[in-house]
């Protein structure tokens, strides 16, 4: 996924860029490139490959002159990695220089009827179209002419754009993709997430849909889509850089799976208010909550698998249909959905182009709509009717883990709130489970401080080529996130299974030495894995078992445990993923795997 930075101020430009641009690496690129006014002079550096490549390239910055500029890694989606298809895009006058996020899908039109006009291209990709649209509209006033291309523009972006005609002046605007606004002393910035200006701005605006920013060192005005001034409401980020940084751990992942207890402490305590859960301002009351007829969750990857555990949690405890669904799914499935449906959208960073598809549909459909997100402000945290943000902190490992324990976590407030209010537990089971959820963090605590036996577990299994993961009920969920923990970042084939299903094809896989993960936490059962697990060890199948103290018999059945602390069956999901998320790290460490940037991923998928 691509990242933009700009810069307005009194300071060289170029090397805020620049470092900048590294504080935005993790969102994985493929070239990057600056472009810097100093007076009508406009300098661009841009190449193919890491950002060290572009520092060369610019001699550090000192090559560069200027106070204002624009910065931009980019993730190729149109035009092979190249320096010219890299941005910063010049117009063919030299007069304006673009960086854009997302896709035009109207661009070869444009394109052609540009080229028509006499206006040459240097590159193959739709986001040159935009740096040459400015030029063929511009009449003088770059607001109006920015509303004019955007108006001719289809698709998605977030642009930045600085002009010979405006020295000093930085451009931002966008359409279903993030883009913030960092409020400085004598200094704004632009960037695609807050990473990038964390540094020199805790102060944030976040820019909405079709609105316009024009920013000067001592000043930020914003625009709404049809020109008229409006006033922003700046937001604090209390991350500090240091928690975007690795703070000594070998990688993100590693770091952001030891952060598991804080994020879910900052996610469920604030909203337990003694024996009551509060969800911030979400309208859930009796009477609505007896309203809903069904229950949708929708996401993507790791958030839909979030989403499966809370689809057992919530019919369980609330006896509500839930339907999981995936949103790339739900968006042309032509949904049953109306007023009587409840849609909860998960997304961690709130920008997924699928889910914020689904969650427009759902509300155009007449669904109430609640979004479970933790980057704020995102688009779909600003879309939703109801947002209850998970307060994981800045994630930035490609493969989520305090991002989907929270989800479920959240989606475990979500449920027993709900069954409270159509009393659908008694008050000791409401109790056992509020008090079980109170109790997760520590229980991870406790797992972090003992990880020795997944070491060994993933040092012998590491060179499998294929790993199968079974379990039931809820442990079928937690299965479905630890395949995907595993192949996402090791890069070995791994399949979750509703255990029960082995039998119905899957058994004919299991050869001698096939390494099966069966999750056997959940009591009532308990004897039915036991017997699926001894059908996978009668063909000479290996098995590594993930369990509680409580279950500790299974051992006898297979090769190996994983121990989980005992905890409620309900919610051993998130205990059950902790050990997983270790397991897929300490594999795919003994392969030498890139653990934060697995190879084809990103962290968020804008594009559809
Ligand atoms: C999970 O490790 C992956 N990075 C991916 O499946 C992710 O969960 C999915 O793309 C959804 O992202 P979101 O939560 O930001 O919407």
């Given at each position: 996924m691509c990242g933009i930075i700009g810069y307005t101020g009194g300071r060289p430009a170029a090397t805020l860029l620049i470092d900048g641009l590294k504080r935005l690496e993790y969102r994985g690129y493929d070239s990057s490139g600056i472009a810097v006014l100093d007076g009508e002079k406009l300098t661009t550096v841009k190449t193919v490959g890491k950002i060290a490549e572009l520092d060369k390239k610019a001699n550090g910055g000192k090559d560069v002159i200027g106070t204002v500029g624009i910065g931009h890694t980019r993730w190729a989606?149109?035009?092979?990695?190249?320096d010219i298809n890299s941005h910063p895009h010049v117009s063919a006058n030299g007069r304006f220089a673009v960086v854009h996020n997302g896709i035009i899908e109207n661009y070869a039109e444009l394109k052609s009827e540009l080229i028509a006009k006499g206006i040459p291209f240097a590159s193959d990709t739709d986001s040159e179209v935009i740096a040459q649209l400015v030029q063929y509209l511009y009449d003088g006033d770059m607001l109006t002419t920015l509303r004019e291309v955007c108006a001719r523009l289809v698709g998605s972006y977030a642009v930045g754009l600085i002009s010979t005609d405006d020295c000093g002046t930085l451009y931002a605007t966008r359409k279903d993709n993030p883009l913030v606004v960092g409020l400085g002393r004598n200094e704004n910035f632009i960037a695609s997430d807050f990473a990038a200006a964390l540094e020199h701005t805790h102060d944030f605006v976040q820019l909405g849909d079709g609105e316009i920013a024009r920013l000067t060192p001592s000043s930020v005005t914003f625009y709404s889509s049809n020109g008229v001034r409006i006033e922003k409401t700046p937001f604090r980020v209390d991350w500090d850089i240091s928690q975007a940084e690795k703070g000594g751990y070998p990688h993100f992942m590693l770091k952001e799976i030891y952060e598991q207890p804080k994020a879910l402490t900052d996610t469920v305590r604030p909203r337990v208010k003694g024996s009551s859960i509060v969800l911030d301002k979400i309208a859930l009351d009796t009477r609505n909550a007896n309203l809903i007829e069904k229950i949708d969750i929708i996401g993507c990857g790791s958030a839909y698998h979030a989403g499966i555990v809370g689809k057992y949690f919530i019919e369980k405890n609330c006896r509500i249909r839930v339907n999981c669904e995936l949103a790339s799914e739900y968006i042309y499935s032509n949904p049953i959905t109306d007023s009587r449906t409840l849609t909860i959208i998960i997304s961690q960073s709130g920008e997924t182009a699928d889910t914020l598809a689904a969650l427009r549909l759902a509300k155009k459909l007449g669904s109430h709509t609640i979004a479970i997100v933790n980057v704020v402000e995102s688009a779909i945290a600003r879309e939703a009717d109801d947002v209850l943000y998970t307060?994981?902190?800045?994630?930035?490992?490609?493969?989520t883990t305090k991002g989907y324990t929270t989800q479920v976590a959240a989606l475990y407030l979500v449920g027993l709130k709900i069954a409270k209010l159509k009393h659908t537990l008694s008050d000791a089971r409401y109790a056992e489970l509020l008090d079980g959820i109170l109790a997760l963090p520590q229980q991870v605590r406790a797992q972090l401080d003992d990880v020795a036996g997944i070491k060994k577990y993933a040092k012998r299994f590491a060179q499998h080529k294929c790993v199968f993961f079974i379990g039931r009920g809820t442990d079928y969920a937690a299965s479905l996130e630890g395949a995907l923990k595993l192949k996402e970042i090791s890069y070995i084939h791994a399949e979750a299974y509703a255990a029960g299903e082995l039998k119905h094809g899957t058994i004919s896989l299991i050869e001698e030495g096939t390494v099966t993960l069966a999750l056997a936490t959940q009591r009532a059962l308990f004897y039915k894995m036991l017997s699926n697990i001894k059908a996978v060890q009668s063909r000479k199948g290996t098995v590594l078992a993930v369990a509680s103290a409580a279950n500790s018999e299974v051992s006898e059945f297979t090769d190996g445990m994983l121990v989980i602390p005992d905890c409620d069956d309900d919610l051993s999901p998130v205990l059950s993923a902790v050990v997983l998320q270790l397991f897929a790290y300490y594999v795919a460490a003994e392969r030498g795997c890139d653990i934060d940037k697995p190879r084809n991923l990103a962290k968020s998928v804008t594009v559809e």
């Open positions: 989606t149109h035009g092979v990695p190249s307060h994981a902190g800045p994630e930035i490992a490609v493969a």
